[in-house]
């Protein structure tokens, strides 16, 4: 069992920043991957950015190329949290974004996702 909390959401203007975190409970955090989702409004949810153990405090790390150069994932493993800063938010990131787990670490099997926190970007 994970248990995943999101905090951090908010509504911003376009150009600007937010930071979201996402608190892990009930497994080794370090060696799980993790990742962030959104869901716009009318959309499927999509992959955001993500980060999966290679071994003692090194994590692959991967963007959506819709976000890449703005958002940046990081993980601190003595917290056991992962945040997401974004950055030049813009009307089209608006979305409610999800942390999930992969207690695997093959980045393929989210099956643990926290409630969603509501990000809103206005023009």
């Known amino acids: 069992q994970v248990q995943l909390v999101e905090s951090g959401g908010g509504l911003v203007q376009a150009g600007g920043s937010l930071r979201l975190s996402c608190a892990a409970s009930?497994?080794?955090?370090?060696?799980?991957?993790m990742a962030w989702f959104r869901q716009a409004p009318g959309k499927e949810r999509e992959f955001v950015a993500g980060?999966?153990?290679?071994?003692?405090?090194?994590?692959?790390?991967d963007y959506a190329d819709s976000v890449k150069g703005r958002f940046t994932i990081s993980r601190d493993n003595a917290k056991n949290t992962i945040d997401l800063q974004m950055n030049s938010l813009q009307p089209e990131d608006t979305a409610v974004y999800y942390c999930?787990?992969?207690?695997?670490?093959?980045?393929?099997?989210?099956?643990?996702w926290g409630q969603g926190t509501q990000v809103t970007v206005s023009s």
């Open positions: 999930a787990a992969d207690v695997t670490n093959r980045g393929t099997n989210y099956d643990y």
């Open positions: 009930g497994r080794t955090f370090s060696t799980c991957a």
């Open positions: 980060a999966r153990w290679t071994g003692s405090n090194t994590y692959y790390v």
